[in-house]
């Protein structure tokens, strides 16, 4: 499956998970944080994996365009 986006969002984290959208939210706020990121900025799915120490070939049947 080729993903054709880099960011990643809460339902993907929800996906992945199995946890709610919202955990997803939350999650993604703390990866701002730790990255020193801006509010607006996005969280992409490398940096989502650097993170969760999750890798990019076990999540990419979760990711849909």
């Given at each position: 499956?080729?993903?054709?986006?880099?960011?990643?969002?809460?339902?993907?984290?929800q996906r992945?998970?199995?946890?709610?959208?919202?955990?997803?939210?939350?999650?993604?706020?703390?990866?701002?944080?730790?990255?020193?990121?801006?509010?607006?900025?996005f969280i992409?799915?490398?940096?989502?994996?650097d993170y969760?120490?999750?890798?990019?070939?076990?999540?990419?049947?979760?990711?849909?365009?």
């Amino acid at each position: 499956m080729k993903v054709n986006r880099i960011c990643i969002y809460p339902k993907d984290i929800q996906r992945i998970t199995g946890r709610s959208e919202r955990y997803g939210r939350r999650l993604l706020e703390r990866i701002k944080d730790h990255l020193d990121k801006e509010r607006h900025q996005f969280i992409t799915i490398d940096e989502f994996c650097d993170y969760s120490g999750i890798k990019r070939e076990d999540i990419k049947e979760y990711l849909k365009d």
